[in-house]
């Protein structure tokens, strides 16, 4: 159902060919990715590989499908929620007879064309991480959510096409490396 859900939206959306190269590994208890777009989260969660950690106003628009998508909603307004989120990403990545946890790092939207500084929190739960990488191609427009949902939704719909590429990586170990360090 996730995954119909998932790529039937895309399709709507114009995507005309996903491209994966590698392959999820599940050792890896947390996936991080480059987050471009709404559509990353929908991508990825229609692989039907990892449980998405964001932050709660993040998914207002599909926040009846968060529930079947199993995310963990968190704040990051206080120290006190902070630290809350902290102890529940921990906890949940602990479980291993769940699937990887998805965090985007950068703990924002980019245009995608560099990445910004991660946030450190969840490489301190000293778990094996698998990167991904997610790039759009679109003949037309840029796909990426740096323009607000009005302009962004009208972009995307108005452009004939885009294609995605998403690439697993290898799996990566902190190794006794600081959070800062192996971010």
Request: charge should be positive.
């Amino acid at each position: 159902v996730l995954q119909t859900f998932g790529f039937g939206y895309l399709r709507i959306l114009g995507l005309r060919r996903c491209s994966i190269v590698g392959k999820p590994d599940r050792r890896a208890r947390l996936a991080v990715s480059n987050h471009i777009t709404w559509m990353d989260t929908t991508l990825l969660a229609g692989l039907h590989y990892a449980q998405l950690a964001a932050k709660e106003r993040l998914i207002w628009p599909l926040n009846r499908m968060s529930k079947l998508w199993h995310y963990i909603n968190f704040d990051r307004s206080t120290p006190q929620a902070r630290a809350a989120a902290a102890e529940a990403i921990a906890q949940r990545v602990k479980d291993t007879s769940k699937p990887p946890l998805l965090v985007y790092p950068e703990g924002t939207v980019t245009n995608g064309q560099s990445l910004l500084r991660f946030k450190l929190g969840v490489f301190s739960t000293n778990a094996p991480v698998q990167p991904i990488t997610i790039s759009y191609n679109s003949p037309d427009c840029d796909v990426s959510w740096t323009f607000g949902c009005t302009n962004w939704l009208w972009r995307v719909l108005a452009q004939p096409y885009f294609d995605v590429r998403v690439e697993f990586l290898p799996i990566q170990c902190p190794e006794g490396r600081s959070a800062e360090a192996f971010a």
